[in-house]
């Protein structure tokens, strides 16, 4: 089993950046594929990016390609989502998934969750 917290959320202006972190217990995260879902006020909750386990292959919604980037240290436990060129329509929840052996994209249904960080972009 392992939990996920995440921080990083915040107040910034549109165009600017932000980046999230992820930090996982236990001495497995290396086998887990991890992502970044988000989930804005009356929508449900989406992808957002996912890097696999096991060869840190890294994707991305269609929305957000070119301005996120996913990276992981495993040393550190930790995943992070960097996070530029930010619009006021990626204000939303943003929340970290844990998935032993996943593929680094899909649903997670059988993943970890945290308990996410606000992320708010004012225009």
């Known amino acids: 089993q392992v939990q996920v917290v995440e921080s990083g959320g915040g107040l910034v202006q549109a165009g600017g950046s932000l980046r999230l972190s992820c930090a996982a217990s236990g001495r497995t995260f290396s086998r887990y594929a991890m992502a970044w879902f988000r989930q804005a006020p009356g929508k449900e909750r989406a992808f957002v990016g996912g890097i696999s386990w096991s060869d840190g292959s890294t994707y991305y919604a269609d929305s957000v390609k070119g301005r996120f980037t996913i990276s992981r240290d495993n040393a550190k436990n930790t995943m992070y989502l960097q996070m530029n060129s930010l619009k006021p329509e990626d204000t939303a929840v943003y929340y970290c998934?844990?998935?032993?052996?996943?593929?680094?994209?899909?649903?997670?249904?059988?993943?970890?969750w945290g308990q996410g960080t606000q992320v708010t972009v004012s225009s």
């Open positions: 998934a844990a998935e032993l052996y996943g593929l680094g994209y899909g649903t997670f249904r059988n993943a970890y």
